[in-house]
């Protein structure tokens, strides 16, 4: 019995050692992670908050405080927060390489975008469940400013807001970072 306690510790502790290593720090991921996003957006992308594992299931990273763009610049726009819920396996086949992930799903929250008077935002956007070309439950709280003045309240930005739900085709090779 005292053989059997002292494998199954030795077991625990090599696995923490493992865990510890491949989810120690998030901050390691900070440029290959802007590099990726500035790429698929077209806009040079910081990010300028925390990067912060979550490793209770699910494996979640959550990257706060995002800016795309320079702050003069005619199209910019930041992001409050991402949460990327990641496939276990393929984050711990490539820890340090964030392209080669899998992303199951994710939360986007205060979403700003503005390009020249129009303005975007996106207060929240949840999609679950993504497996390749199979419907996956979203949700979303839009806000559009379109930058026209009303001559009768010309301090008033002209406003439309949309709340949507519903399901969403995604290929996921799409989501897999590469």
Do not use: C
Not at 20 to 49: C, H, K, M, N, W
Not at 131 to 140: C, E, G
């Amino acid at each position: 019995m005292k053989k059997f306690l002292a494998v199954l510790v030795l077991l625990l502790a090599a696995s923490a050692a493992a865990f510890a290593y491949f989810f120690g720090d998030a901050e390691r991921l900070r440029q290959p992670l802007q590099t990726y996003f500035s790429e698929r957006s077209g806009l040079p992308v910081r990010i300028e908050g925390e990067l912060a594992w979550q490793l209770l299931p699910p494996l979640q990273l959550r990257i706060t405080n995002l800016q795309a763009g320079a702050p003069d610049a005619k199209r910019r726009g930041g992001l409050g927060s991402i949460a990327l819920r990641i496939a276990p396996w393929t984050a711990i086949r490539a820890p340090h390489e964030p392209r080669l992930w899998t992303i199951r799903a994710f939360t986007l929250d205060d979403l700003h975008y503005s390009d020249g008077p129009r303005r975007y935002e996106i207060r929240s956007f949840e999609i679950h469940n993504l497996k390749d070309r199979t419907p996956a439950p979203f949700s979303a709280a839009l806000t559009y400013d379109d930058g026209r003045v009303d001559p009768e309240h010309p301090d008033a930005p002209t406003l439309e807001t949309l709340t949507l739900a519903g399901s969403m085709l995604i290929a996921t090779s799409d989501l897999s970072m590469q």
